[in-house]
């Protein structure tokens, strides 16, 4: 079995989303003063690779800390559906990709390979993305999946100011996973995945470690 990291590294120079601050990490204890080191952090609970809760983006949906651990350890499939600037991952390419590799099972994880991470140090990486289309989002939500997830900073179009795919998911239930990274490193168009984010009271995300487990 073959594990693969698809967490971006969360330094005080990484890229956040438009009004977001930039992490950082504050020396608060030394070994020569204090016999240890020991750092305090300063971020939003999406930096990096995050998980967002429907809390996020809804009144009453559930919060970091409620999260069932049975929906961040699940059997996921890969879509790999290369994009450009604003262009949306459809319910046709969805339907694509159950037509070549079977129908997606309820209470999986979906995740997209758009190949948008390449531009992470790209003024235009959070303006630009691409993102799913509301009818593709839909389609997933009609099936009943626990998890979507993206190789960009939204699951929504960077065009889209009513995060429109946000809403439909957070109704639902379904958590979204952004800013995966590595996914071109897996092979397969199925694999386990594990999504763990911080134990986090009332948060609307957290940064999380996600693994693939690539048979």
């Known amino acids: 079995m073959k594990i693969i990291d698809l967490t971006l590294t969360i330094s005080n120079k990484i890229p956040t989303f438009p009004g977001s601050p930039q992490p950082n990490f504050i020396p608060w204890e030394k070994i020569k003063d204090d016999g240890y080191n020991l750092e305090l952090l300063f971020l939003s609970s999406h930096t990096g690779t995050h998980l967002d809760a429907p809390y996020h983006f809804l009144e009453k949906g559930a919060k970091i800390h409620e999260i069932s651990l049975k929906k961040l350890v699940s059997n996921a499939v890969l879509i790999k559906s290369r994009k450009k600037s604003n262009e949306s991952v459809t319910k046709t390419d969805i339907q694509k990709f159950e037509k070549k590799h079977g129908k997606i099972a309820s209470f999986s994880s979906v995740i997209f390979y758009t190949g948008w991470q390449r531009n992470l140090q790209k003024k235009y990486y959070f303006t630009k993305n691409p993102g799913l289309s509301v009818s593709a989002a839909k389609y997933l939500a009609s099936k009943k999946v626990s998890l979507v997830g993206i190789d960009s ?63």
Request: net charge positive; proline share 5%.
């Open 153 to 215: 900073p939204s699951i929504d179009l960077g065009t889209d100011s009513k995060f429109s795919v946000h809403h439909v998911f957070s109704k639902k239930g379904i958590l979204i996973v952004e800013n995966l990274a590595n996914l071109e490193k897996i092979k397969s168009s199925k694999f386990h995945l594990v999504v763990l984010p911080l134990k986090l009271k009332n948060a609307t995300g957290s940064p999380v470690r996600a693994i693939a487990f690539v048979e």
